[in-house]
């Protein structure tokens, strides 16, 4: 699984993957000393169920990220796509393939147009997509004005159920680093390392460069809707509002996994050791006790800390570019 | 705005509407519009009206020009939470009573300042993207309301403090027109007439460049956001005035418009050019179209979509980046 | 035989300058073709279009007799053309397999790689250079990791991997050993021998004689001759690289009597004095240099008197600008001392370097000198307005204004109106404006990086004149030139520099052009290092 964690191999300007698999191991220790029965059954198989979403959307951003965008409209996506999904299904569970299918759609379109606006019209990618993700997330309010809508009983159960004493999460995530394996054998994501890591020189080597970006959005907007999946099977109902803070929990699981910002280095393995290592730090923050008046300031600080951490060798290399 | 030109009479000539004109004009047909669709829209009560939610946006977008202009991707996000800070610490210092107007207001402005201080170290010393820092300060600041009121906003603004920004002066107009006036041309003063506002459009334009003459861009960037705070958190003061007591979200919604007015008023994303006249127009022209698709009976959700349009079809006029062949 | 490339009537402009003015280039089947010329003649700029990285403005490439249209590198590629760049275009982070079959990867249909076929495929390639690097061949390694000769090496084996009719080399060999430039050569000779054509770009004349059978030679964007190197003396060569004598030359190339020169021009280039303090006698050392240390300088040592222009020269890029952003506090350095009038300059930043009296008027005037899209009021007032400002805050407009306008008169800057953006100025008004800026800080030391790089004649000869001006008042000049007449003419003293050291000291009468192009040709590797 050497592509899992390409982080291994490059020294230094990003995160080992050494140092995401420390921050993992401080994460669980410090967890399961907090939270009673960690290592039991069901907490564990709940801990998973609830680290999909942002698992997902962490493979998806470092997609992105690697092809030397971003994506602030992945949020937005998660919560339209869900939206639109629990909408169709409304608790039928013969209707679950529509809603799968249409899901996958949203992401797939709304991944397209990031893709065209930044690729085409050539727009920057930050700004381009901070503007999408209120279109998505007006357009999710339009879909589902308030919070409601139903899943089936048997998807909310199936996945909070374990094969072989392995919790259906815990799968999913697993199917999800899976997933990641097989792109990086293709040459779409081989083009997305090099147009990330050094666009003019890809475009000299004739890899499409305009494509290639694009592609990189669209499998954004598909993980997008993985993740909005995942949100529906673990709450049960639809929330017009679900995905704010998972853009931006999303950058910093990147971040933390060792991916570079500036692109084309990196991968999703240690995206998605980065995404479990923050919904462990949730985790600590609510079995450790701390006020619930303070849990968000909490967990807004150890995004930005975790966001420094990727700025930390510019401190050391501070040099004017003339 | 700018000095006259006397050297060539034949650019009199050549003069073309600029963005600041273009928003202008924009903003003249939207009312009209307006006054079609709906008659009273263009009624002066109703104009007065528009003006005043307009100033609120004005003055959060103050700060949000100067950032933008700064270049380098600059951008910031948190204005809306800072302001919403800002009213919430001043509401609770003054406790309704006016005495307590200046340690209050002081207090909130040193508050804000400090936010804005840590998303320019965040920006210059650390690199990150400025757009990632302040969509990340939003959660701490967001953190920072709900340790310091315990989930419940308390205490309620000075009356002084509501009759300066309530208050009707000369021709029925509130004192809240006033004060945006006196801080646009305090904004303009800072821009057009300081070292600090040139060396800004230096940093913006060139940043090589101005590195390169002297000027210390970390320096520049980071008082930027130190002031974009400020502004910041002065607009929530005002709109503390305007409602007298607060809500936990008050100033939240003015994150994009902010960013939309610079952008309307011809700032250029890529930095180094525009100013504040045109930000100034461009709070106008979306508080005109805000009421238009109010009074058009278009609800927040779909306003919400097309707020991300206009800002998407005005960044393709303005924004875009250069090709890679050349 | 008939031409296998014709490329006729190029032109490419940037901006204000002209790469390529009309340059053509016919080469046959089976020859090296050498392509030569002196910085910016357009050598690069013609490898490019024919690349497909730069589309021309207009001209006309026909390869084997059919009309080409090269808008791009995939068509490029389709027509059977590869290039190696000056810039190389290896991806770091990717593998030495993964780069040699970048944008080409052998895939299944449905788009999976294959990746014993891409390493035989990049196994084969290298193979040929297998002796061009130290140990295996290190196919699996980032390609970040290699030694810049190596990764050179790789660059050429990509460019091999696609089969190309035509081959372009545009300096591959700068960065390479002596071993691996035989390598190179041999293989070139093998594709030679297998009728492709090699067009060859490089600076060292010694490998253009070993390696190419015709040369077409450029000079300011325009085909000057093409000829059989068999039958053509490196003097012959240099002789058509070094420009023709210029119609109105100030003065002759060998003039004695520079000081002269420099306060006659004083007279009309600068009429208040723009030194401040005014301490140091004429003649007096004020700028000493000792072993200045950066990335790329090392163990730089001179002096430099009051009023004295010392001169950078050798082939570019060896240096010279590295070093005048040392001197501005734009590099770091990392041993030797500066001392100006016997006191450490602190170059820890440009801001302080300028507040102690250096300016530098960069290479780049677009990317590293002025603000485009500001206007000329603010370009010029921006190095001094801290000592008009009020409290360093307060700008008052008239006392601007008037600053600007008293150097927009005293250089002859030719402008509509002071609010206009610099970007509407001509090039060399363009760079009058970056050399008032400074003038309005009253600097000790000017730093001038190719200061009349793509300007007409008329604004250099001006700009020649605030130079000389400038020294007449006891400024500290240093100039770095590409144009080795320029250094004749204003210099009083010429270091040439290689790899970062300072290799040769030219002094009054030894500062002739051909004196500077052979100094700075002879030193080539392979004979001193």
Redesign the interface.
């Known amino acids: 699984m050497r592509g899992l964690f390409p982080g291994v191999?490059?020294p230094g300007v990003q995160l080992s993957g050494a140092a995401t698999v420390a921050m993992l191991v401080v994460a669980v220790v410090v967890n399961s000393a907090l939270q009673p029965n960690f290592w039991s059954g069901y907490a564990l198989t709940s801990n998973f169920a609830t680290f999909v979403p942002l698992v997902a959307i962490a493979v998806g951003q470092t997609v992105v990220v690697l092809s030397g965008g971003?994506d602030?409209s992945l949020g937005a996506q998660v919560t339209l796509a869900s939206v639109v999904a629990v909408r169709i299904v409304d608790g039928q569970l013969d209707r679950l393939p529509q809603a799968v299918a249409a899901a996958l759609g949203v992401g797939l379109v709304c991944g397209a147009l990031n893709g065209l606006?930044v690729a085409l019209?050539?727009?920057?990618p930050?700004?381009?997509t901070?503007?999408?993700?209120?279109?998505?997330?007006?357009?999710?309010?339009?879909v589902l004005?308030t919070p409601g809508g139903s899943v089936p009983l048997e998807v909310t159960t199936a996945y909070r159920a374990a094969v072989l004493g392995v919790p259906v999460a815990l799968l999913a995530i697993l199917g999800l680093a899976l997933l990641w394996w097989v792109l990086r054998?293709?040459?779409?994501l081989?083009h997305v390392?090099?147009v990330g890591?050094?666009?003019?020189?890809?475009?000299?080597?004739?890899?499409p460069?305009a494509r290639t970006r694009i592609s990189a959005y669209v499998l954004g907007g598909l993980f997008a809707a993985l993740a909005a999946l995942a949100v529906l099977a673990n709450t049960g109902s639809g929330d017009p509002f679900v995905g704010n803070?998972l853009?931006?929990a999303s950058?910093?699981a990147v971040v933390i996994g060792g991916t570079s910002?500036a692109g084309?280095?990196g991968g999703a393995g240690g995206s998605i050791l980065g995404a479990i290592v923050l919904a462990l730090v949730t985790n600590i923050v609510f079995f450790a006790d701390v006020p619930?008046?303070?849990?968000?300031?909490?967990?807004?600080?150890v995004?930005?800390l975790a966001?420094?951490l990727?700025?930390?060798p510019?401190?050391q290399k501070?040099?004017?570019?003339? | 705005m700018s000095a006259p030109t006397v050297e060539t009479p034949r650019r009199a000539l050549a003069w073309r509407p600029g963005p600041v004109a273009l928003a202008g004009a924009v903003a003249v047909v939207l009312v009209i519009a307006g006054e079609l669709v709906s008659p009273g829209f263009a009624g002066y009560g109703q104009l007065v009206n528009l003006m005043r939610v307009a100033a609120f946006l004005g003055v959060i977008a103050i700060g949000q020009t100067i950032v933008i202009i700064a270049g380098g991707g600059g951008v910031d996000l948190s204005v809306g939470k800072v302001a919403t800070f800002a009213a919430i610490i001043g509401s609770r210092v003054m406790a309704g009573d006016d005495a307590n107007i200046v340690p209050a207001v002081a207090l909130a402005l040193l508050v804000s300042a400090g936010i804005g201080l840590v998303n320019g170290l965040g920006v210059t010393l650390l690199r990150i993207p400025p757009f990632v820092m302040t969509l990340g300060m939003i959660g701490v600041v967001q953190g920072l309301i709900l340790a310091y009121t315990g989930g419940q906003a308390s205490g309620r603004a000075a009356p002084a403090l509501t009759s300066l920004v309530n208050g009707r002066i000369v021709f029925d107009l509130p004192g809240l027109l006033f004060l945006w006036l006196l801080l646009g041309l305090l904004a303009v003063w800072l821009l057009r007439r300081t070292t600090f506002g040139w060396n800004l459009y230096a940093v913006g334009a060139n940043r090589t460049a101005a590195e390169l003459t002297g000027v210390r861009p970390g320096r520049t960037l980071v008082l930027a956001y130190v002031l974009s705070a400020t502004f910041a958190g002065l607009a929530g003061i005002l709109l503390l005035g305007y409602t007298e007591s607060v809500f936990l979200d008050l100033a939240d919604q003015y994150m994009l418009p902010s960013v939309a007015a610079v952008v309307i008023g011809g700032t250029l994303l890529a930095g180094g050019i525009g100013g504040y006249a045109g930000t100034a127009v461009g709070a106008i022209v979306l508080t005109v179209l805000q009421g238009l698709l109010t009074t058009l009976d278009i609800g927040g959700a779909w306003r919400t979509v097309v707020n991300g349009v206009v800002l998407l079809v005005l960044l393709s006029l303005y924004g875009r980046q250069r090709r890679l062949r050349s | 035989m008939s031409a296998l490339l014709e490329m006729t009537g190029v032109r490419k402009r940037y901006g204000g300058v002209q790469a390529l003015d009309g340059a053509s280039l016919t080469a046959l089947r089976g020859e090296v073709h050498a392509l030569l010329g002196p910085n910016g003649s357009g050598k690069s700029t013609l490898d490019k279009t024919l690349a497909g990285t730069v589309v021309p403005d207009s001209g006309e490439i026909r390869i084997d007799g059919a009309q080409a249209r090269i808008g791009g590198p995939r068509d490029a590629h389709a027509l059977g053309v590869a290039a190696v760049y000056q810039q190389l275009s290896i991806v770091g982070d990717l593998t030495v397999t993964q780069n040699v079959v970048l944008g080409l990867e052998p895939a299944r249909r449905s788009g999976f790689l294959d990746h014993r076929a891409a390493r035989d495929r990049a196994a084969t390639a290298l193979e040929r250079f297998a002796a061009a690097f130290s140990g295996r061949l290190p196919l699996d390694r980032p390609a970040a990791s290699l030694r810049p000769g190596e990764q050179q090496i790789v660059e050429v084996a990509k460019a091999l991997a696609r089969d190309p009719r035509i081959l372009v080399l545009d300096e591959a060999t700068a960065s390479l050993h002596k071993e691996q430039v035989e390598v190179l050569f041999e293989v070139v000779r093998e594709l030679r021998a297998a009728g492709v054509l090699v067009v060859f770009t490089s600076h060292r004349l010694d490998e253009v004689f070993a390696l190419c059978d015709r040369a077409t030679v450029l000079r300011n964007g325009r085909t000057v001759a093409t000829v059989d190197l068999s039958s053509t003396s490196e003097d012959a060569l240099v002789r058509l690289m070094v420009a023709a004598p210029r119609p109105e030359p100030a003065s002759p190339p060998e003039a004695p009597h520079r000081a002269s020169a420099g306060t006659s021009a004083a007279a009309h280039g600068a009429r208040e004095a723009p030194v401040r303090g005014g301490t140091a006698e004429p003649g007096a050392v004020a700028l000493e240099v000792r072993g200045l240390t950066t990335d790329r300088l090392r163990d730089v040592d001179f002096t430099v008197r009051a009023g004295e222009v010392l001169g950078l020269g050798g082939l570019q890029g060896q240096g010279q600008s590295e070093l005048l952003l040392a001197l501005f506090g734009a590099a770091r350095i990392t041993a030797g001392d500066v001392l100006l009038d016997g006191e450490a300059l602190p170059l820890t930043s440009p801001a302080r370097a300028a507040r102690a009296g250096v300016a530098l008027v960069p290479g780049d005037r677009a990317r590293q000198g002025m603000f485009a899209s500001r206007p000329i009021q603010e370009n010029l007032s921006l190095a001094s307005m801290r000592r008009r400002a009020r409290m360093k805050l307060a700008l008052s407009a008239p006392a601007e204004r008037r600053a600007a306008r008293s150097m927009v008169e005293r250089l002859g800057i030719k402008i509509g109106s002071l609010n206009d953006p610099v970007a509407t100025l001509s090039g060399g008004n363009q760079q009058k404006v970056v050399i008032g800026k400074w003038l309005l800080d009253r600097p000790r030391v000017v730093l001038l990086d190719d200061p009349a790089k793509g300007v007409d004649v008329a604004a250099k000869e001006e700009i020649y004149a605030i130079i000389r001006g400038l020294a007449a008042e006891g400024a500290v000049v240093i100039l770095n030139s590409s144009d080795n007449r320029e250094l004749t003419e204003l210099s009083d003293r010429v270091l040439v520099l290689f790899e970062g050291a300072v290799a040769e000291e030219l002094t009054a009468a030894a500062i002739t052009e051909n004196r500077l192009v052979s100094s700075a040709l002879r030193l080539a590797p392979g004979e001193t290092l």
Do not use: K, M
Request: net charge positive.
């Open positions: 191999r490059l971003i602030l606006v019209v050539r727009l920057q930050i700004v381009a901070f503007a999408t993700s209120f279109v998505f997330s007006g357009l999710a309010l339009v004005p054998r293709h040459r779409v081989r390392y090099a890591g050094d666009p003019e020189a890809a475009y000299a080597s004739l890899v460069v803070e853009t931006l950058v910093a910002l084309g280095r619930t008046t303070y849990r968000q300031l909490v967990n807004g600080a995004i930005i966001l420094a990727a700025g930390i510019a401190l501070r040099r004017p570019a003339a």
